[in-house]
């Protein structure tokens, strides 16, 4: 079943083409750039004062860290599926996968609202110390990422609902599939990072 | 059970094991905190890794963007590794 777009495509070859568009990819990166020098900044205020950041670190609770990280990357997973199933010109199929990268984003967001309600009600605020102004912050901007995404991926919903994806070039689904994707990805180097750094 | 061959698949159920392991394994107090953290952090830089050339499509890009992406890669790991290794 291995399909043209799961082969290995060697540099040179003129199969290979950019996903989605340049912008797009300005765009991510310019994101990610943002992030990078975030995740550095953390570091050096647990450089500064590691005792007050593992202290606090204890305050968090892993196992909503990594159910979120394995709600992600389903969410990815389906993002990933919906590409492959359009380029087949299978658009209820897309659909359904579309429509399970949203309810991922859903859960995410829920999840995060659980979380920072727990804290809240234990006292614990962005105003508590220097490591839960970057947890609140960082988490705060990312989920930010994910309402967002969320929101384009209803948006590909409906897309994918009145079949207005060329199969051959799904150029808008692509472009936001490399957005969710990257929203997964700063995830992955964020959840470690406040919840496991010890 | 076409869905179970795909290779996003092999590569998201990769990334749930790995994502498993990290969390609930290696956060223990099996090995010293600074080799559970320097391997949680490699791990995360493979899964990232494995996420920009799959899912991303990255591997299948000009060299140019596998060039960027894996350029920032390394740029955050090194800085997170080093500031936290110094």
Not at chain 1, 96 to 106: D, E, K, N, S, V
């Amino acid at each position: 079943m291995s399909s043209e777009t799961d082969e290995f495509v060697p540099v040179g070859d003129p199969k290979r083409r950019l996903p989605g568009v340049e912008g797009v990819w300005v765009f991510v990166m310019a994101d990610m750039t943002v992030f990078g020098v975030l995740f550095g900044s953390f570091m050096l205020g647990r450089h500064q004062n590691p005792a007050l950041f593992d202290a606090s670190r204890h305050a968090l609770n892993p196992n909503f860290g990594g159910v979120n990280t394995l709600i992600l990357l389903t969410s990815s997973w389906f993002a990933a599926l919906a590409l492959g199933a359009v380029r087949k010109s299978r658009f209820g199929l897309a659909q359904r996968f579309i429509g399970g990268a949203f309810l991922c984003g859903l859960a995410f967001a829920v999840s995060k609202a659980i979380e920072y309600t727990e804290k809240l009600n234990a006292g614990i605020s962005l105003l508590t110390n220097d490591f839960f102004m970057y947890y609140f912050t960082l988490t705060g901007i990312h989920l930010f990422h994910v309402v967002a995404g969320s929101v384009v991926l209803l948006v590909l919903w409906f897309k994918a609902r009145s079949r207005s994806f060329d199969p051959q070039r799904p150029v808008v689904l692509e472009c936001g599939a490399i957005y969710w994707h990257m929203v997964d990805l700063l995830w992955i180097i964020l959840f470690p990072l406040l919840y496991l750094v010890r | 059970m076409e869905l179970l061959r795909k290779p996003a698949t092999i590569v998201w159920a990769a990334l749930m094991l790995a994502t498993c392991a990290t969390t609930w394994l290696l956060s223990g107090n099996s090995v010293t905190p600074e080799v559970a953290t320097v391997a949680i952090l490699l791990i995360a830089a493979v899964k990232v890794r494995l996420v920009m050339t799959h899912f991303m499509e990255v591997r299948r890009a000009p060299l140019a963007l596998r060039c960027v992406c894996d350029g920032w890669l390394l740029a955050v790991t090194a800085l997170i590794l080093t500031v936290y290794l110094v």
